[in-house]
């Protein structure tokens, strides 16, 4: 399976829940599969999805579920020693790890070599960490939703990408209808 097939798999899961979906082609695709108000779509800012998502959780009691990709968090790496430092049970960080850096031009990252991200969030304090093939995403999903704690999910993928048009919706608009929708 790759990313977009996943995040097909997962969009009835995500829909009643705050989503923060990182940068590039994972936003893209989101979009094109199931657009919801709750889905803020991340137009820059290479990494900071988790960050975002963390803020977001410990400022409200909506369940926040940050999509991030194996690149983006390998681009802020201090994301997750804040993560495991700052506790909030209402957060999922879901991490799609194809091994690659896929709105770039899948190139490789170390992910697909030595790194493990699922070994780096425990050892930096993660407490809930669960890494599993891409057909148990969905499955793993609604075990850390239902747990109610703060959980680091790592899905394995296979690195490519689907065609899918741009985000044409206005960056003001994507921010105010999800704001209208933390608010809700």
Known sequence: MIRSEILRDIAPILRDHLVICNIGLPSQELHMIDDQPGNFYMLGTMGLSSSIGLGL???QDKTVISIDGDGSVL???GTLPTIANNVA????????DNGSYGSTGDQPTYTGKK???????AACGCENVVECPAEDAGTAL???IDSR???????????GNIKVPVITMDPV???DRFMKAVQA
Do not use: E
């Open 149 to 159: 704690q703060m959980t680091v999910i790592v899905v394995k993928c296979d690195s």
């Open 75 to 77: 681009t802020n790496f």
């Open 173 to 175: 608009v994507i921010r």
């Open 89 to 96: 049970d209402n957060y999922i960080l879901l991490i799609i």
């Open 57 to 59: 959780a410990l400022s």
């Open 115 to 121: 790194t493990s991200l699922a070994a780096v969030a």
């Open 142 to 144: 609604r075990a850390a």
